[in-house]
């Protein structure tokens, strides 16, 4: 078969060895449902789903009972919005979002301001289209996204959420952490953030897993309701678990968790692909026809071809067997700043190799010329 150059990362990781084996071990070994039976063998996936929680929460230095398993990073976005609407205790809070935004986000917000529950404030920019620290804005709620899917670039998450609190020491600060997870070491202490969101899929773990960090879970109400939250059920009153059980309504992704240490310890051996990335960018910022969006150390490349609709070099470049992202991103609105429809990103993972990054480059080269 011809080979396949994949270089959509940022998108979705293609899956370790590593993870494949663990899903495939634990599906044919080991497989029963978890919290629920009294069996040993159910009882050793709960100890799989409690080991890989210890494990997420080592990687980004949390505690066990702040690791919310969720489907993905849009699933824990979209449920952040629900549980912080169920305890603040705030007519129509302010909430500042940036244009470097993916739509998992700001849009649960934006559909909040729209039916008149919250406004949106947009945070500023500067001239290096980074979260200006300057002007930072008082607000109720803040979206960071830590790094941006087209810019790369990883933003100073700690410095913003001190200027935010100085402002307001009772702001609720929410992370996207799905870009830079993969490239910066995460300490949930040092950013000191409310909430922070990743997917699996992005880190080399199977889709339909995903972290929801919970700084302080108990003072936040339930949004989800069902099997495996309850503690006990009274004529007088309903009792739910502690965290994290308490936000895990229903049967968990548990393939995806069990393996998704295999996923953490994979990515924490990797370089980050810099190298590649240094030599593709070297030698795309000399074609004419090439409009670079991100610098020579951004994580990712993002461009746009002048002489042709990024949908058509997508499609040019697939028939190449070349794997890249093209459009919006999933980010119209760091587009709409940037005056463009949409990019074309290159974004490499640890199956890329040199010859890889110069057949891309060969074949860009030829389509722009
Ligand atoms: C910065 C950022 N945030 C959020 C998401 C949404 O992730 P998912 O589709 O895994 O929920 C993505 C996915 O591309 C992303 O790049």
Redesign the pocket.
């Known amino acids: 078969m011809k080979k396949f150059v994949y270089m959509d990362a940022?998108?979705?990781w293609l899956k370790p060895q590593s993870v494949v084996e663990c899903q495939r071990n634990f599906l044919r070994n080991f497989y029963a449902n978890a919290g629920r039976g009294i069996c040993a063998r159910a009882g050793h996936v709960d100890n799989l789903i409690a080991d890989s929680r210890q494990k997420v929460a080592d990687f980004i230095g949390a505690a066990a009972k702040n690791i919310v398993f969720v489907?993905?990073?849009?699933?824990?976005?979209n449920r952040i919005v629900n549980i912080v609407k169920n305890t603040l205790n705030k007519k129509c809070p302010l909430v500042a979002v940036s244009d470097?935004?993916?739509?998992?986000?700001r849009l649960p917000w934006e559909m909040q301001a729209e039916n008149k529950n919250c406004k949106i404030v947009v945070m500023p920019l500067d001239d290096n289209l980074n979260i200006d620290l300057k002007k930072v804005p008082k607000a109720d709620v803040m979206v960071i996204?830590?790094?941006?899917?087209v810019l790369g670039v990883q933003q100073d998450v700690a410095a913003i959420i001190r200027s935010a609190r100085a402002k307001n020491p009772n702001v609720i600060t929410i992370v996207?952490?799905?870009?830079?997870v993969v490239h910066t070491k995460i300490n949930v202490k040092d950013l000191n953030c409310d909430f922070l969101?990743?997917?699996?899929?992005?880190i080399g773990a199977d889709?339909g897993v995903?972290v929801m960090y919970v700084k302080n879970p108990d003072v936040w109400a339930v949004d989800k309701f069902g099997g495996g939250m309850v503690n006990k059920i009274t004529d007088l009153r309903i009792v739910f678990n502690k965290s994290p059980e308490k936000f895990e309504a229903g049967t968990l992704p548990l393939t995806q968790i069990v393996a998704l240490p295999n996923a953490i310890e994979y990515l924490s051996k990797w370089d980050g692909g810099q190298k590649l990335i240094h030599f593709m960018y070297d030698e795309l910022i000399k074609l004419k026809n090439v409009k670079m969006l991100t610098g020579r150390d951004a994580c990712m490349i993002s461009f746009v071809p002048k002489n042709m609709h990024v949908l058509d070099f997508g499609a040019l470049v697939g028939a190449h067997d070349i794997c890249l992202r093209v459009g919006n991103?999933?980010?119209a609105w760091v587009h709409k700043k940037l005056n463009i429809d949409g990019s074309v990103r290159i974004s490499v993972g640890p199956w890329n190799t040199v010859k890889d990054a110069k057949y891309v480059v060969d074949v860009i080269k030829k389509l722009v010329q």
């Open positions: 940022s998108a979705s489907s993905g990073t849009t699933d824990g976005f470097l935004d993916h739509h998992s986000a996204t830590a790094m941006s899917n996207d952490a799905a870009q830079s969101c990743f997917s699996g899929h992005k889709t995903g991103m999933c980010a």
